[in-house]
C-alpha cells in the first residue's frame, strides 16, 4: 500500500512553467507504476502523462506532449511533472496515481489505478 501526497500547484500566466510532485510513503515506491490525471471543473478526470516503475518508460497525452515532462526519484519516493508552455485549457487539479506493477503496459485509465492523492490545483490565467 502506497499513499501519495501532491504539491507545488499554483496560479500561473500562460506560457509559464510549475513543477508538481508527488511524494510517497512506504518502502516499495519503486514497485508502482505512475501517473498523473487531472481533472477540470465540470469535466471527467484525464490521464496526462505515465512513467514506468523504473522511470526508463513514459507516455503522454496528445494534449501535452512536448509540454510536459514527467520523472520519478525512487531513492527520494518522489515523482514529477514538469510543466511548460502553461495555456489556460491545463487549468485543473492534478492527480498522481499509483498502480503495483513492474511491466511495460501503459495503464491510462483512472479507473486501473488503485492508489490517489488529493490533488493539487493549477491556475493558468490568460
Known sequence: QVQLVESGGGLVQ???SL???CVGSGRTFSS???AWFRQA???EREFVA???WSGGSTYYADSVKGRF???RDNAK???YLQMTSLNPEDTADYYCAAI???GSYYYTQAWEYDYWGQGTQVTVSS
Do not use: C, D, H, V
Open 50 to 52: 505515465a512513467i514506468s
Open 69 to 71: 515532462t514527467i520523472s
Open 19 to 21: 513543477r508538481l510532485s
Open 41 to 43: 471543473p465540470g469535466k
Open 32 to 34: 508502482y507504476a505512475m
Open 14 to 16: 500562460a506560457g509559464g
Open 100 to 102: 503495483e506493477y513492474n
Open 77 to 79: 519516493n518522489t515523482m
